[in-house]
């Protein structure tokens, strides 16, 4: 039997370490509110389909390719950066008639699971939070992209997510049904990591 001297031994473990592929941790990604934009639109009387943007979005989103219930975002959106481009019906938006923002300034999501729903697709479950009210629901994702950016030259990542919500549920119900109760939420996202200090 040969005998193999123990620093060579110990050399062949740490090569054979050092080709193993590492597993990815997970990856912390910082919102741009810049390339992001979370859209709400409704059924109007039957007549129209209008649609409001809720800018200024801040928060992170966790990512872990390898292990993606491992995943989580946190999302504020602030009331205002809230614009239907017509600012009477922004002011009225912002009264205690529907979001209240004078005693709620903000509305909140944070996901409670994160789940694969196919190739590039996730099912992200969490709480959204609107008037101090809390409500679980579902989005379904769609990853876009993930890599360096090729402006900043920093990692990054961007998602599309959609979900129905009922405005009822959050005390923003005034005239619905005829104003309708559902509200389709559609947001698109571009995240980096922090650049270094």
Do not use: C
């Not at 989103?61 to 009477?88: C, F, M, Q, R, W």
């Not at 009225?92 to 709620?104: E, P, Q, T, V, Y």
């Not at 999501?109 to 008037?131: M, N, W």
């Not at 009210?133 to 997510?161: C, Q, W, Y």
Request: net charge negative; no cysteine.
């Amino acid at each position: 039997m040969k005998i193999v001297p123990l620093k060579h031994a110990l050399l062949a473990v740490a090569l054979s370490l050092a080709a193993a592929p590492a597993l990815a941790a997970p990856v912390t990604y910082q919102i741009d509110p810049n390339h992001t934009d979370v859209v709400a639109q409704w059924n109007h009387l039957g007549f129209s389909n209008p649609i409001i943007h809720f800018g200024d979005v801040d928060g992170a989103i966790v990512y872990d390719a390898d292990d993606v219930s491992a995943s989580s975002v946190e999302v504020t959106l602030p009331l205002s950066g809230l614009n239907s481009h017509v600012e009477k019906f922004d002011q009225h938006l912002r009264s205690d008639d529907f979001f209240d923002a004078a005693n709620h300034p903000e509305a909140t999501f944070r996901s409670t699971a994160v789940e694969s729903a196919g190739e590039g697709k996730l099912k992200v479950t969490g709480d959204l939070t609107i008037k101090g009210i809390s409500k679980p629901v579902v989005l379904d994702v769609t990853l876009n992209e993930m890599g360096p950016h090729p402006m900043t030259k920093r990692e990054a990542i961007g998602f599309d997510a959609t979900t129905t919500v009922k405005r009822t549920d959050f005390d923003l119900g005034m005239h619905a049904p005829h104003v309708g109760d559902e509200v389709q939420l559609r947001i698109t996202t571009e995240a980096s990591v922090a650049a270094a200090e």
